[in-house]
């Protein structure tokens, strides 16, 4: 059942989802050549409590960590390891918080290091995921339907010769990490719950430079793409208001 949230409700959950940008925005310089992901796991987590807030991840479902941190082929959920970030690499990181009993959840990729001419196509790969992320919340309004913001990922990512993830899905967020509904990246217009005010949910586009398919990860947490191609993940925690979609993971 999807629960829908009071003005006062939606209130806190963009309290908690400024807390959650600003700590993403202090993260982001510190993706750098030479640090490991479990570095940059551990700058996580003290941030996320200097603002009082707790890790969302952590324990969750025998999660070992604060962030989920993905290199590369891992999709999503990657366990932050002693890896040391190299050189063009694709990384996603996705991290979620608790604040005042009610949970956050965003994520964003970037390519490590200075960008050369050989990345072209990964910056390609990133970019079109961050811009069908913005397509599919302009999507996300009263009246449409979860099949609408589906389908426009798909058609779009599918445009630019990506693939969409069929495995993993978008759900709804609130004093549970995650709720119904359960979004896909996929699907057909019209189909679905309609989309009404109150509503709160993340919208988290994942996409393949190959085949959709995944396989899990050795360390039995994350999932990586079957052909080891290339893989990107946005996403942004959403509110539905009577003025439209507002996202609430922003600064």
């Known amino acids: 059942m999807i629960t829908i949230k009071t003005e006062q409700e939606i209130e806190i959950m963009r309290q908690a989802g400024r807390i959650l940008a600003e700590i993403i925005e202090k993260v982001k310089p510190m993706i750098t050549l030479g640090i490991t992901s479990k570095e940059l ?37 990657g366990v932050p390891s002693d890896y040391v970030l190299k050189q063009g690499d694709l990384l996603c990181l996705d991290l979620g918080l608790k604040y005042k009993d009610y949970y956050s959840d965003s994520a964003f990729s970037t390519l490590v290091g ?67 509904p359960k979004i896909s990246n ?38 990586k793409t079957a052909d080891g191609s290339l893989a990107c993940h946005f996403e942004h925690t959403i509110a539905i208001t009577k003025t439209g979609p507002q996202i609430l993971t922003k600064v």
């Open 41 to 77: 796991d551990r700058a996580c987590e003290t941030f996320i409590l200097q603002y009082g807030a707790q890790p969302a991840f952590k324990g969750y479902g025998g999660f070992p960590c604060v962030s989920c941190i993905s290199v590369n082929d891992m999709v999503v959920h």
């Open 114 to 180: 200075k960008p050369e001419a050989r990345d072209s196509e990964k910056i390609r790969l990133i970019k079109t995921t961050q811009k069908v992320l913005k397509l599919a919340i302009a999507k996300a309004k009263v009246g449409n339907t979860f099949g609408d913001v589906g389908n426009i990922v798909q058609r779009f990512v599918e445009y630019q010769g990506f693939n969409v993830v069929r495995d993993l899905c978008g759900h709804g967020i609130g004093k549970t990490l995650h709720e119904d």
């Open 186 to 223: 996929y699907g057909k217009r019209n189909s679905g719950e309609k989309i009404e005010v109150g509503m709160v949910f993340c919208i988290e586009p994942m996409v393949t430079m190959g085949n959709w398919k995944l396989k899990k990860a050795s360390d039995g947490f994350g999932y």
